[in-house]
């Protein structure tokens, strides 16, 4: 996660073309619906985490520091998750991270229009889960299920202390104009997080998960209107404890808004989506069922506001994604707040 690329300017420069091309790719997140799951329900992937101009890399030399915060509440009741060791029915889970983001643009030259950075990401994650959770005792065999999981009465778990660290050692941005750019960075997402397979509940994921990221991003510095898209893939290690190895994900994140000047700073107000695609099944000795796909879209509000106080910019989003659809996770919704200071 990343700091803000440039507020709303008074610089020359569009691309219609390019804009015309990122609202048919934004507009398909809303859209696009499929037939086609983590170990858990859910991965290192967090939809919203990178979705705007706040996660832009900056063009030039800065530190910057960002709060964010995000909660999800969200549920399974169309069969059985496989959680740890254990086969989770009717999933309910509650979840709270705050994270500290600090980014560094050094004083790299690669060239007039190109740009360079690095980042951290350490969060601190509050975990509520209750289901009817059995022990595993499903078997897949070729393309037959067979299930025998015993329903058990409700139980629940709570857990809270680090979470996973997200560490981004390449963040390159490339701009075409002022107005339009691409970003390419690499995501590794540490497992700093405890866990324990005999808990419903845990902070951490207990694998690596290594996640290219290209972004194409629109920001006009006259009209202020923003389009920005973020593709990304996802790779997840095996979970020792479990032996249980998640399939590699794809997502798309982005946002459409209109940015103006309000109170001596910059409002802006607009809509946020993604799409997610789980691209190979499941596997290792632990994914007792079977390849287990998963796929989610989402969609919803998302306004900002960026001020300058003396020498710092101070840039402010909160966002509500609702998620439409769900195979093979949970369901719920994410409500997302970052705020940056650009020293």
């Not at 219609?16 to 091309?21: E, V």
């Not at 509520?128 to 999981?149: C, L, M, P, Q, W």
């Not at 998640?246 to 000047?261: E, K, N, R, V």
């Not at 093979?328 to 940056?340: E, H, T, V």
Request: aromatic share 14%; charged share 15%.
């Amino acid at each position: 996660m990343t700091g803000p690329h440039h507020l709303p300017g008074k610089c020359a420069g569009t691309s219609r073309k390019a804009i015309r091309h990122l609202i048919v790719a934004l507009a398909a997140i809303a859209l696009i619906t499929s037939t086609r799951a983590e170990e858990g329900g859910s991965g290192h992937y967090l939809p919203g985490s990178m979705s705007s101009f706040m996660d832009a890399v900056p063009p030039k030399e800065t530190f910057i520091a960002r709060a964010n915060f995000v909660y999800y509440d969200g549920s399974f009741d169309s069969g059985s998750l496989p959680f740890a060791k254990f086969a989770a029915a009717n999933v309910k889970a509650t979840s709270f991270a705050a994270g500290l983001t600090l980014l560094w643009r050094p004083p790299i030259d690669l060239g007039e229009k190109w740009s360079f950075a690095i980042s951290a990401t350490l969060p601190y994650v509050w975990m509520d889960v209750s289901a009817n959770a059995s022990a595993k005792a499903t078997v897949y065999k070729g393309t037959r299920f067979e299930r025998t999981i015993s329903v058990s009465p409700k139980v629940s778990d709570s857990k809270d202390g680090l979470g996973d660290m997200v560490i981004m050692p390449l963040m390159l941005n490339y701009k075409f104009t002022p107005d339009f750019s691409m970003n390419f960075r690499v995501a590794v997402y540490a497992p700093t997080g405890a866990y324990n397979a005999s808990d419903l509940a845990n902070t951490g994921k207990n694998f690596w998960t290594f996640e290219p990221v290209l972004a194409l991003m629109y920001f006009g510095q006259k009209n202020g209107f923003e389009a920005s898209m973020f593709v990304g893939y996802d790779m997840n290690t095996e979970n020792p404890a479990t032996n249980y190895k998640s399939g590699d994900q794809f997502h798309i994140d982005g946002t459409l808004a209109q940015h103006f000047p309000l109170l001596g700073g910059f409002a802006g107000v607009g809509v946020s989506g993604y799409w997610y695609q789980q691209l190979t099944p499941d596997s290792g000795e632990g994914a007792s069922f079977g390849p287990f796909m998963a796929t989610t879209t989402g969609l919803g509000p998302v306004i900002s506001y960026s001020k300058k106080v003396g020498n710092i910019d101070i840039i402010g989003e909160v966002k509500w994604l609702a998620e439409l659809e769900t195979q093979n996770r949970l369901q719920g919704n994410y409500i997302w707040a970052k705020l940056i200071f650009k020293f």
